[in-house]
């Protein structure tokens, strides 16, 4: 399966962005998706999580009430919406692709190239 973000770009501190994932080679409604996200000089983390049906959804509690993760099996297509973005949401993001549910990177066997987030103070 492939897997290409695209939407980064950079937003003042309190704006909003929306994120694509487009996923491609494989049925999409059969995998658990993310979001990941890696700062400079940080580990990559755990942003956001959505379930085959698009029912079960689980956030970090960093981006908990800002961001909302949705997918579209139709259109094969993973988004996430940032609102009320903070500098602190500056990193690249990424989306990965599961058959199971999980929540940490090594849960995720396929992963996108990253798009890059800049939130100016």
């Known amino acids: 399966v492939q897997l290409q973000a695209f939407g980064g770009g950079l937003v003042q501190a309190g704006g909003s962005l929306r994120l694509s994932c487009a996923v491609s080679?494989?049925?999409?409604?059969?995998?658990?998706m993310g979001w990941f996200r890696q700062a400079p000089g940080k580990e990559r983390e755990f942003v956001a999580g959505?379930?085959?049906?698009?029912?079960?959804?689980d956030y970090s509690d960093s981006v908990k009430g800002r961001f909302t993760i949705s997918r579209d099996n139709a259109k094969n297509t993973l988004y996430l919406q940032m609102n009320s973005l903070k500098p602190e949401d500056t990193a690249t993001y990424y989306c990965?692709?599961?058959?199971?549910?999980?929540?940490?990177?090594?849960?995720?066997?396929?992963w996108g190239q990253g798009t890059l987030v800049t939130v100016s103070s």
């Open positions: 959505i379930n085959r049906s698009g029912v079960r959804k």
């Open positions: 990965a692709a599961n058959p199971v549910w999980g929540l940490t990177i090594p849960d995720y066997d396929y």
């Open positions: 080679g494989r049925t999409f409604a059969a995998y658990v």
